[in-house]
Every structure is written in C-alpha cells, then in structure tokens.
Nanobody, 119 residues
Framework: VQLQASGGGLVQAGGSLRLSCAAS????????MGWYRQAPGKQRELVAV???????NYADSVKGRFTISRDNAKNTVYLQMNSLKPEDTAVYYC??????????????WGQGTQVTVSS
C-alpha cells in the first residue's frame, strides 16, 4: 500500500485546513484508515480513524473540531480540521491498517504533511 498525503500548511489560530490521503496498491483486507500526528519532542498520537463500516474514533483533543471521512471509490481519506489551535501544530501522517492472513495487522504510513498553526 502506498499513501500520498497533501493539504498541510500554515494557518492562523481559528482557521481551517483539509488533509487528503490517497491510497494505492493492494487495498484488500483494509481494516481502517486514519490520521496520526507527531509534534516536536512528542510521541506520535492517533488523531482520528474511520473503519470500513464508517465508524469513527477521535482523540479527545480534536473532538468537535476535526472530521474524518473517506471516499471508498477513490481510496482516499480526508481530515477536515476546523477551529485550529497552536497545539495542533505537528506533522500529520496518514495511516492504513490491513488485516493479514496470520491474524496480525500491518500498518502503512504516508510521508507526513506539516500543519503549523500560528497564534
């Protein structure tokens, strides 16, 4: 699975950005798609994920501000980010998780896109 993310940039606090991530390659047995982020000096953390059934899960810090969605026909996942705060500044990584025949899962990562929110 190859992932190509886009949509990051610099925005003022209170502004909005939309991230996109297009997946290609072997898309069989995809479990879920989502976004993680990593700020300087911090561990990578889950931002939002969406399953094949459309169920979503968000980090508490972004609930009510971010919305994850996916277009299955385009194998693309989106992250609409509203009311951005300086603490949202991070590199955002697209993630796809696949179920393997062994019962394990495999995670695939995009190249990361920088989101910077100025105060």
């Amino acid at each position: 699975v190859q992932l190509q993310a886009s949509g990051g940039g610099l925005v003022q606090a209170g502004g909005s950005l939309r991230l996109s991530c297009a997946a290609s390659g072997t898309m069989s047995s995809i479990n879920r798609m989502g976004w993680y982020r990593q700020a300087p000096g911090k561990q990578r953390e889950l931002v939002a994920v969406i399953t094949n059934a459309g169920d979503t899960n968000y980090a508490d810090s972004v609930k009510g501000r971010f919305t994850i969605s996916r277009d299955n026909a385009k194998n693309t996942v989106y992250l609409q980010m509203n009311s951005l705060k300086p603490e949202d500044t991070a590199v955002y990584y697209c993630n796809v998780r696949r179920n393997l025949w062994t019962g394990q899962v495999a995670d695939y990562w995009g190249q990361g896109t920088q989101v910077t929110v100025s105060s």
